[in-house]
């Protein structure tokens, strides 16, 4: 499983990025829409580097813009 991660609730989806698992620190994340109950894998390209136990230093509009 993930932890450590970065969570960002929008108003609509929840955004995690980043965290680790068992092996390493995780540059990937995804978005949950919980009116569907479907997670999506956000894109990479031009995303937050990987981070673990990171404390939100941008604002919700610069992390959903960033990983649209």
């Known amino acids: 499983g993930r932890y450590g991660h970065t969570a960002v609730w929008t108003g609509s989806e929840m955004l995690v990025w980043g965290g680790g698992n068992s092996s390493s620190i995780l540059n990937d994340g995804g ?3 919980p009116g569907v109950n479907n997670w999506t894998v956000l894109p990479t390209n031009g995303a937050p580097a990987a981070t673990y136990l990171d404390m939100m230093k941008h604002n ?3 992390i959903v813009n960033a990983l649209k």
Do not use: E, F, H, K
């Open 60 to 62: 919700v509009t610069q």
């Open 31 to 33: 978005r949950y829409s």
